[in-house]
């Protein structure tokens, strides 16, 4: 059976529709102009400042700005028409916490951006890499807290979800317990990477060794970082493993650093020729800081001795390739100028014939 409806109601209904969309168009469109001349002031007053935080801020906060004035409007219109406010309260419920969060969100990634464009202007790296390792790490703190509040604020508008809320919060006791249980791996990362951030045992960019990998840290996140080492690979570790356990930061303060090369040579070397050669020659390049330079015999065997070159530069780069360079030109020197002085563990047969046979 088809319910009868009364004809003489439907203008009235459809009186109500028209007038409801009549008010959401006013609505929206007093709030798109309230949006752009607020905007265009806003704009003239950051193009009068040197500043690129201003622009960076206002730039992002454009879009959810505009849509969080016209959710207003909408709710404005909503007070005085019982028809609107029956279909719009019900999704306003789930649009306000929304747009809150979006706000809140481009505000830390505003802020995230403008303390990095500050970073560029500074000149000391190691500044520059903690200050980078913070704002890495308090930024998706940040927004990991941004989220799960919009979302928990979006999932208490249903009633369903409202009650047992409720209900747990009735048994707080044991909901703490299990949710503490399961959220321990969780909390300790987060919380491992609060005290990095802190603390900064290490930082993006620095030069270290864990586990047995050295490279540079490419990228800090609240469970884990990322080490990238100099044949490309990328390392992924634990933060709560990097703070419990023991490894070597070689930029903790600054970038210099003092590196060795070894040289094992014949017992019976002379070693005053090998340290005049390799002091002119390293304080002739280009690469050497001027800190340290030293040969020094650490160690002595029957068949051999241990020369350790120790030298200096500003950078781990620099480093490296003057402790290759000073590598290569002493072995090269030591081969024409004293061979004797390089170890020899091969059999020379034919000469050993000859010698024996008088030939």
């Not at 000391?124 to 390792?133: A, G, K, M, N």
């Not at 350790?308 to 090269?332: N, P, Q, V, Y």
Request: hydrophobic share 50%.
């Amino acid at each position: 059976m088809l319910k009868h409806v009364d004809p003489r109601t439907w203008p009235i209904e459809w009186v109500d529709v028209s007038v409801a969309m009549i008010a959401v168009f006013a609505a929206v469109i007093v709030a798109y102009i309230l949006y752009r001349i607020s905007f265009a002031v806003l704009g003239r007053l950051t193009a009068a400042s040197d500043s690129e935080t201003d622009d960076l801020v206002l730039n992002s906060i454009r879009r959810p700005v505009k849509w969080s004035l016209i959710a207003i409007g909408i709710t404005v219109v909503a007070q005085g028409n019982d028809s609107l406010a029956f279909v719009w309260e019900p999704v306003a419920q789930f649009v306000r916490p929304a747009l809150l969060g979006w706000i809140a969100y481009t505000l830390v990634k505003a802020a995230t951006a403008a303390l990095e464009v500050r970073l560029e202007a500074s000149e000391d790296p190691v500044t520059v890499r903690s200050r980078r390792t913070r704002i890495s790490i308090l930024s998706r703190t940040a927004t990991f807290a941004i989220v799960f509040i919009t979302v928990g604020l979006m999932l208490f508008a249903i009633p369903a979800v409202q009650s047992i809320g409720t209900t747990l919060l009735a048994s707080a006791g044991l909901a703490a317990l299990a949710v503490g249980a399961a959220a321990q791996p969780a909390l300790k990362s987060l919380i491992g990477g609060l005290q990095m951030a802190l603390t900064e045992p290490l930082r993006i960019g620095d030069l270290v060794v864990i586990e047995g990998h050295t490279g540079r840290v490419e990228e800090i996140r609240m469970s884990f970082l990322t080490l990238r080492t100099w044949d490309e690979r990328a390392i992924i570790v634990p933060t709560a493993s990097v703070l419990d356990q023991t490894f070597e930061n070689w930029t903790r303060k600054c970038e210099t650093l003092t590196g060795p090369v070894f040289l094992h040579l014949d017992p019976a070397t002379q070693i005053d020729p090998i340290r005049t050669e390799f002091e002119r020659f390293v304080r002739g390049h280009e690469l050497w800081d001027g800190r340290n330079l030293a040969l020094l015999m650490t160690e002595a065997y029957p068949e051999s001795i241990e020369l350790r070159l120790s030298i200096s530069a500003t950078t781990i780069g620099d480093l490296f390739a003057l402790r290759c360079e000073a590598r290569e030109h002493m072995i090269e020197w030591l081969r024409k100028e004293m061979p004797d002085a390089l170890i020899r563990h091969r059999l020379e047969v034919e000469n050993a014939n000859q010698r024996a046979t008088g030939k």
